[in-house]
């Protein structure tokens, strides 16, 4: 019995590791989050638990035959890191890097957002390094997306991160009608960024002369408001207008005859005018004329 006991134990303990390491490898080979890169190649890849590439295929023809020149069996069990890596410096060599204001558009999806919001950092950061050391002048963008747009974009033939790029230009526009969703998706990444950051600047110069236009406005509103304190004479001659209240006190001749010496000494001047006390020749004529005051008396 106790043989048999101990077979039997044995042979469940034997069953229950193999179920594990079953479930373990089954799990590995389980896609838990994409990577998509696009310059115009357009490769993505589809990772496990650990990060590590599973699968990778080209989504257009330039991605297709960059995987055919690295062979999709060396990217299998890398960490997605150096996969990219590897997809990169070939892309240099095949020389889709060298023109100035080349892209490098890196997308994340996975079931947990903010794993793939830090996938997206890491690996942003991680292809910069990457593209420094053939042109620096390169522009790396690196975010996450939700599965349902990798679903979205897989329906398009795409990668979700370059649908996510044409939807900026898209959005970026100010005749959103104009662009053709079609035609761009087949564009590279350096054309979609050059022609969504020329769509910002015209966005961005037009609300700079719209804030300069509303702020004429509101000056000149605000001018209108203060003309009665602005013009003199109107709201307050009394009191503003200067040159009219003060042109009373400056004719010294109307207010102030003590300001104006010339006018002012010609009637002290003039004695038989102003001052018959201070003409002695005819203030005294009456006093000075005896012979009327005698004759008066004489008559008494």
């Known amino acids: 019995m106790k043989t ?33 890169m696009d310059i115009n190649p357009s490769v993505e890849y589809s990772l496990n638990m650990y990060d590590r590439v599973i699968d990778a295929k080209g989504v ?26 590897m997809t990169i410096e070939e892309a240099v060599q095949e020389g889709y890097l060298e023109e100035e204001g080349s892209g490098v558009m ?8 903010n794993n793939a919001n830090e996938l997206a950092a890491r690996l942003q950061e991680s292809v910069k390094e990457t593209v420094a050391k053939n042109n620096p002048n390169t522009e790396v963008v690196g975010e996450a997306v939700g599965l349902q747009r990798v679903e979205e974009a897989h329906e398009l033939g795409v990668t979700p991160g370059k649908l996510n790029l044409v939807e900026k230009l898209i959005n970026s526009s100010d005749d959103p009608q104009s662009i053709n969703k079609e035609e761009w998706l087949n564009k590279s990444v350096k054309e979609i960024m050059a022609k969504t950051n020329e769509n910002k600047e015209m ?6 002369n719209m804030s300069e236009d509303e702020m004429n406005q509101e000056q000149n509103m605000h001018q209108e408001e203060n003309i009665p304190s602005d013009v003199p004479g109107q ?3 009394q009191n503003d207008n200067a040159g009219q209240g003060s042109a009373s006190t400056q004719t010294p001749a109307q207010n102030r005859p003590s300001e104006a010496p010339s006018q ?16 002695p020749g005819q203030g005294s004529s009456s006093t000075q004329t005896p012979g009327n005051s005698q004759g008066g008396t004489g008559q008494n």
């Open 106 to 113: 890196i997308s994340t999806a996975a079931r947990n957002s």
């Open 60 to 85: 257009n023809e330039d991605g297709i035959r960059l995987l055919e020149e690295i062979n999709i069996k060396e990217l299998k069990n890398k960490s997605i890191d150096d996969a990219l890596s």
């Open 203 to 208: 966005n961005m110069d037009r609300e700079q």
């Open 4 to 36: 048999k006991t101990n077979k039997t134990a044995i042979i469940a303990t034997v069953l229950i590791l193999t179920a594990i390491i079953g479930l373990g490898l089954a799990s590995y080979y389980i896609s838990t989050s994409y990577v998509s």
């Open 235 to 237: 709201a307050s001659p």
């Open 264 to 279: 002012g000494s010609s009637r002290t001047q003039t004695p038989a005018q102003n001052s018959p006390s201070e003409n």
